[in-house]
């Protein structure tokens, strides 16, 4: 948790603030500042169209629920990625802009470094799982001050509370706008490693004051904690601006880790990083499914992102060459299922794939058969998970998606 006057600069509060956090959907604050950059730099436009790639269309939710072709305007994709936190949306701009999900992120680590967010990797333009995604309450509130103070043209369409798709009207998930004076806008962010994310800013009078919250139980006890915090930051907050824009926060109550600004953004060939020893992620009780990493220098060295997988058309599907010859890498596998037929086996895994490209990447697609009495059947499994809890956090976001699903050990 970390509190700030945003009129000076001054710390009012923070609790593990430099704690390594999995950020979930504040991701998608770091995808609208390069958004936003590039339409200030002429590159884009609010009336560019956004189009929707098999791959943008086959994200999970939370999305738009739009088939691959569909386009959409660029400043509809703003509304969509700040009310509905669609993950289609992200996915979709970042192919637009970079051609690949994957450069993209690089775009925003090496953003991300330039800002002065040291602590901070992005592996997607989303915030769906990843365990090298990581981030701190800090870089979150450096990013916030940077979206307000270098983008107050674009800045107020973080406070708006509903966007209109189609025949579908969505409500911003930051609820605090509908219910919290002065409250003018940030972003919500969840994924089950995570717990419930906020990053909050209100405005009363002169006043101006910013919180980033982690790892909240339930969105309710999230928005009590930072309604309570944004209280107490008014009485105390001055009146009077005096931070100037890009000025970094001030008054931590304890050094920062060395600097990794010079670091480049993670690269498909490994790169020497100094080592730089960081707070470790504190995972949330009961929720947290990912492996926390162990600091910033292991991120950037194990860093390789992976090329994203083409999600077949719905008329290949069937016909899509799922599955990897030989044994996968990886101790653990997920199982979609058990079939009688190999041609079943595989007609499913090109459906799971689709539905789920992002999440399952380029994770091999694996069948073996095995027989109960005197029938034979066929496993249906993706391979290449090292560690068990990365396989249960996949498999986690698969059931989300309504996929059935368990994590097996490699045979």
Known sequence: M???DANTGRILYQRSADDL??????????????????????????RTKIRFSANAAAAPPSNLDVEAGTEIDLIDAIKALITKSAN???????????????RFAQMMTQKARQLGMNATVFRNASGLPDEQQVTTARDMLTLALKLQDDFPRHYPLFATRTFTWG?????????????YAGIDGMKTGYIRASGFNLVASVRRGRKHVVAAYFGGNTGALRNAAVRSHLGAGLLKASDEKTRRSGAPLLAQTKAPPPSVAT??????????????????????????????????AEILKRAVPPAPAPSPSPSKAAA????????AAGAFHIQIGAFQTHSEAERQLASVRQRAATLLGERAALTSQFKRG??????ARYGGFDAQSTA????GELKRLSIDCLVMKAE
């Open 2 to 4: 970390l509190v700030i």
């Open 320 to 327: 899509a060459p799922v599955s990897a010859p030989g044994p």
């Open 374 to 379: 005197d029938k034979v059947f066929y496993r």
């Open 263 to 296: 670091a480049p953004a993670p690269q498909p060939a490994a790169r020497k990083v100094a080592e730089v020893e960081v707070a470790r992620v504190r995972p949330v009780p009961a929720t947290a499914a990912l492996q926390p990493p162990r600091s910033i």
């Open 167 to 179: 025949e579908d009207t969505f409500r911003n998930h930051n609820t605090l706008l509908f219910n």
């Open 21 to 46: 956090r999995y950020p979930a959907s504040l991701v998608k604050l770091m995808t609208l500042y390069v958004v936003f950059e590039l339409i200030e730099a002429g590159r884009l436009t609010y």
């Open 88 to 102: 289609d949306v992200a996915v979709a701009v970042a192919e637009h802009i970079a051609g690949s999900e994957e």
């Open 392 to 395: 249960a956090g996949v498999c």
